[in-house]
């Protein structure tokens, strides 16, 4: 199957406006297949040959009319240097470079001392439901979407997510600079797999790993840097009610956390207690992944009061403040939406969306009761 993948437009869009644009996100997450689609000037910088062949071509190279390709950037750190002193020769020259990277803080070291201004940054992200229309939700849901984690090929699925896992915690991430055992990550993944969608403690993760917070704090801030884990921040505002202040924590692929909590079927994933909160985390990552392809920049939250009123996410689109409850359902109750409106009149929301798996959706100017894929097709459409 031929995928193409959604944000192509923004890219070409960013390449007419800025000289340099950063391709990043997951290992695996299709940035190669992409880029390369877009030109055949392609650059491995993790080996050592193509470093050399790089050098020894870049004169001819920085005088060419095509795009310039250069993988994994993270790993030539000189080479950024080279690249200011190339833009900055034909600053008007745009589209000549699209640097691709697994690792967003590293890179953005380097384009903080050599590239601010002149480049713009992107993410790509496995596939979502937008791009695999044919794909039922419960497959995507199941299995996530590395293209070759499952989706594409279901008999790949949990294997490949346990060689992904164990590539990345014995090679990729010590070559990073995550000085954390295999043993001691491995074991991490599977307490992060535990507390997913659950509001972060890492005192709790530190006493169970023999570590402290600190440390375990640096090594989940080195995987959200590395697209694997989200942290949603807690709406703060002036009210009276007093808030919860800890983020929530969320792998951003549900293959891998499945794969990480032993589910190989979608039977077996409906009998787990923790099904909704894993349903949950899909949702709010289908709908932040569709926000990134817009290009517009959007933040994100949710909300809990102590006494237990809550929003499983909030984001600002379009100048409106929108607020969205997930309930695993296909019947969802009017006391489901009475719920979210006494919590979203609480931050003033604009727009309140019920998300479950509805036959029957519903909507009016403000109040939303839908399946996922019809919110999607809406926030395309505004």
């Known amino acids: 199957m031929i995928v193409t993948r959604k944000i192509e437009p923004l890219i070409q869009q960013r390449l007419k406006s800025y000289p340099a644009v950063a391709l990043v996100g997951p290992r695996q997450s299709g940035k190669t297949t992409l880029a390369c689609s877009l030109s055949a000037d392609y650059f491995d910088l993790e080996q050592e040959s193509e ?7 870049w004169p001819s190279l920085i005088k060419t009319k095509h795009i310039i390709v250069l993988d994994e950037a993270q790993s030539c750190p000189e080479l950024f240097p080279r690249l200011r002193g190339a833009i900055d020769s034909e600053r008007k020259k745009t589209g000549r470079f699209l640097l691709l990277d697994s690792v967003s803080p ?9 590239l601010a201004g002149r480049l713009s940054l992107i993410e790509l992200n496995p596939f979502t439901l937008t791009e695999l229309p044919d794909i039922p939700v419960t497959d ?3 299995r996530g979407g590395f293209p070759d984690g499952g989706i594409l090929m279901s ?9 992904y896992l164990d590539l990345l915690t014995q090679r990729d991430l010590p070559n990073w600079g995550l000085t954390a055992k295999p043993q001691v990550m491995q074991r991490l993944l599977k307490m992060l797999a535990a507390v997913h969608g659950k509001l972060w403690n890492a005192s709790q993760i530190g006493q169970s790993l023999g570590l402290s917070y600190h440390t375990v704090n640096s090594y ?10 989200r942290k949603l921040q807690p709406w703060s505002a002036n009210l009276k009610k007093r808030l919860v202040r800890s983020p929530k924590c969320y792998w951003r692929d549900t293959g891998i956390l499945h794969c990480l909590l032993g589910v190989r079927d979608y039977e077996t994933l409906l009998n787990q207690p923790w099904v909704g909160a894993s349903w949950e985390g899909f949702v709010i990552e289908q709908i932040l992944d569709a926000l990134n392809m817009t290009g517009q920049p959007v933040d994100s939250w949710f909300f809990r009061s102590a006494d237990g009123t809550e929003i499983d996410l909030l984001f600002h689109f379009k100048g409106k403040l929108w607020a969205v409850e997930v309930k695993l359902t296909s019947n969802p109750s009017l006391q489901d939406f009475n719920n979210l409106n006494r919590a979203a009149d609480l931050v003033e929301a604009d727009v309140r969306v019920l998300i479950s798996q509805t036959t029957q959706p519903a909507s009016g100017k403000t109040q939303i009761s839908c399946p996922l894929p019809d919110l999607l097709k809406i926030l395309a459409e505004r």
Request: glycine content about 2%.
């Open 140 to 142: 995507l849901w199941l």
């Open 155 to 163: 008999d790949q699925y949990p294997q490949w997510q346990k060689d």
């Open 106 to 114: 590293s890179l953005m070291k380097h384009v903080s001392e050599s």
């Open 51 to 57: 470093r050399l062949r790089l050098d020894v071509q």
């Open 220 to 229: 989940v801030n080195f995987l959200e840097g590395a697209f694997l884990i």
